[in-house]
């Protein structure tokens, strides 16, 4: 089992910037990536930025430019680097950890609010 804890959501007015953090714990070896999902009112739950053990990172188009993922594997955590903030940003974000038995991100943190506004 796998246990991963977020934190870093806050308020932020546009164009200002966040850095969400995640730490993983439990069984480590189970992970073959590590990504953030946002959900906000009314929309699907999206992937916003992942990034694999071997370090490979991938973003959504909306967000290209703007985030940034970022791991420290002696730590366990991965982090968000949250930059030109949007308030079409704002959602609940919710780090999510990829099993390598299943491929899907089967573990998942209890989400962390941003919210954009001036």
């Known amino acids: 089992q796998v246990q991963l804890v977020e934190s870093g959501g806050g308020l932020v007015r546009p164009g200002g910037s966040l850095r969400l953090s995640c730490a993983a714990s439990?069984?480590?070896?189970?992970?073959?990536?590590m990504g953030w999902y946002r959900q906000a009112p009314g929309k699907q739950r999206e992937l916003v930025a992942a990034?694999?053990?071997?370090?490979?990172?991938h973003y959504a188009d909306s967000v290209k430019g703007r985030f940034t993922i970022s791991r420290d594997n002696a730590k366990n955590t991965v982090y968000l680097q949250m930059n030109s903030l949007k308030p079409e940003d704002t959602a609940v974000y919710y780090c999510?950890?990829?099993?390598?038995?299943?491929?899907?991100?089967?573990?998942w943190g209890q989400g962390t609010q941003v919210t954009v506004s001036s």
């Open positions: 439990g069984s480590i070896s189970s992970i073959n990536a």
């Open positions: 990034i694999t053990t071997g370090g490979s990172a």
């Open positions: 999510a950890a990829r099993n390598i038995a299943t491929y899907s991100y089967d573990y």
